[in-house]
């Protein structure tokens, strides 16, 4: 599977603290917030642009992520994220590996099943390492949603 690395998903108690602080101490650039709301798992969430280099702060709400948080504290990595191509085989070969994949709830996830609520197609891979997860994108969809978070920020899009 061709495979490319995209970010890493940060958790943050106050996203817009956090979002300040990185403005400031680092000069990233900031999209606007976005909500993710499905299952068990709501959070909130902006991208965060330093030169070429991307992550995401995450803000839990409800869910497994909350109680990450609420264990762990702030400023923990818990995922690195990448993009493919094409997620469908990217899917099938995870399977044929013996991989199941998972929704964002950790609970199996069908081929069929690949959209997200924010309009993108992602798996992602069971934890094997701790609270550490894996999470595959469908590279076109990433693209444009990076394109499309900075539109409207006040920021101009990246490069």
């Not at 956090?18 to 909500?35: D, G, H």
């Not at 709301?37 to 030169?51: K, Q, S």
């Not at 998972?102 to 609970?107: R, S, T, V």
Request: hydrophobic share 40%; charged share 25%.
């Amino acid at each position: 599977m061709e495979l490319k690395f995209s970010h890493v998903d940060v958790l943050v108690e106050n996203l817009e603290d956090a979002c300040a602080y990185y403005a400031q101490v680092l000069n990233a650039r900031i999209s606007k917030t976005f909500v993710w709301e499905r299952g068990a798992l709501h959070v909130r969430y902006a991208v965060a642009l330093m030169g070429r280099e991307r992550f995401m702060l995450v803000q839990p709400i409800a869910g497994n992520l909350r109680a990450l948080l609420d264990t762990h504290g702030e400023g923990m990595i818990y995922r690195h994220c990448y993009s493919t191509p094409d997620i469908e085989q990217a899917y099938d070969e995870l399977i044929a590996s013996g991989v199941q994949p998972e929704d964002e709830n950790g609970q199996p996830l069908a081929r069929e099943n690949l959209q997200t609520p924010s309009g993108g197609r992602i798996i992602w891979l069971p934890k094997r390492f701790g609270n550490f997860s894996i999470e595959i994108l469908e590279e076109h969809w990433l693209e444009a949603f990076i394109l499309e978070a900075f539109a409207d920020s006040g920021h101009s899009a990246p490069a």
